[in-house]
């Protein structure tokens, strides 16, 4: 399977533009509300049309502005599974999944009979969607989107209106139905956690803009800008100045810091994720004395808000285990080291 979108679409607040190939694997789209990631999907889905580009699936042409090519949805083999699931509510399941089944009589019940049983619903066949767990009605509009013999899952934040419990059951259940699906699938989240265990690529979309493409290993190691940075979860991001080849300084934590490597003349900010930096024993490399501001008890860390000593700067946000803390005995000042190599430098 192999999925080319090069589009553009204005929007009201900004272009949309997506530039990107995804073949035989999970492919999200991570950015936060409003920013162009679920109009991408329609895009592809042909429920919306670009204003140029072209879109291209397993070498069929779904969409060309220019040679005035534009499938109508049900003609691009195409699954789009909705929040809501979208399943009939006045079907039972076996005839939403015949509704959508191609073939004769026989081969539409030979699909029906495969999915139910693909997806462990054959016990629930005549029932009614309302009747039906949440998992169950996710696993049910799989099964309807399968049974229609699609190339590409469209998969647009599936979990968003769940509580946690039940969207932790829904996610490893659609992890499981991923992993034995031979085609492809664009994830749509602006849950971190959730590309990152369901997706093997990520690509970053801020305000319209898809950025660089990454491992989902790469994106959380070296974000390379703001948006990708704040997205994938850090909390402590300051602006920064490069004073040596290898030495920034943060201008709002008010802190020189040694770099793992060598420091771009146009880098502009510096971030460090709160459960990379450690206490220390005393002065040292990236080592300051920090006043304790705020001290905030989570479920199982807690989250302390540092300032360096002496200074109105911003503070930084460090996150420890709760046994880790209370071995410290809540003082009111500390060394704290920024390790080099956890530093995180962006130019934009």
């Not at 005035?68 to 076996?94: D, E, H, S, W």
């Not at 699938?185 to 990454?214: F, K, T």
């Amino acid at each position: 399977m192999e999925l080319s979108v090069k589009i553009e679409k204005k929007l009201r607040n900004f272009t949309l533009r997506a530039d990107f190939s995804a073949k035989d694997e999970v492919f999200a789209l991570l950015g936060a509300s409003g920013c162009g990631k679920s109009m991408t999907l329609k895009c592809i889905a042909g429920i919306e049309t670009p204003d140029r580009g072209r879109i291209v699936l397993n070498g069929r042409v779904l969409f060309d502005s220019e040679a005035g090519i534009n499938l109508k949805p049900q003609a691009r083999k195409v699954g789009y599974l909705f929040q809501n699931y979208a399943l009939f509510p006045n079907m039972t399941i076996a005839e939403n999944i015949a509704f959508v089944a191609s073939g004769d009589k026989a081969e539409k019940k030979r699909k029906v009979q495969a999915n139910l049983a693909r997806f462990k619903l054959t016990e629930v066949a005549q029932a009614y969607p309302h009747e039906l767990s949440g998992g169950q009605q996710q696993r049910a509009a799989f099964a309807r989107i399968l049974a229609a013999d699609v190339e590409l899952l469209l998969l647009d934040e599936p979990f968003a209106a769940l509580d946690s419990y039940l969207k932790w059951q829904l996610e490893m259940e659609l992890g499981d139905v991923l992993a034995d699906y031979d085609g492809a699938a664009l994830l749509v989240s602006h849950d971190r956690g959730e590309v990152y265990r369901l997706a093997d690529r990520i690509a970053v979309i801020d305000q319209g803009q898809m950025e660089a493409v990454h491992t989902k290993h790469g994106l959380f190691q070296d974000p390379a800008t703001l948006a990708a940075t704040l997205l994938t979860g850090c909390k402590n991001i300051s602006a920064v100045k490069r004073i040596a080849p290898d030495r920034i300084l943060a201008v709002d934590w008010q802190l020189e810091l040694q770099v793992a490597g060598a420091v771009s003349e146009d880098v502009r900010f510096a971030g460090i994720r709160a459960h990379y930096m450690e206490v220390a024993a005393g002065p040292g490399e990236n080592t300051y004395a920090m006043e304790v501001i705020k001290v905030v008890e989570d479920v199982f860390s807690y989250l302390i808000m540092l300032r360096r000593q002496g200074t109105e700067a911003r503070p930084l946000r460090l996150e420890l285990a709760k046994d880790e803390w209370q071995k410290i005995k809540n003082p009111t000042t500390l060394y704290l080291r920024l390790p080099a190599a956890k530093l995180m430098l962006m130019e934009h």
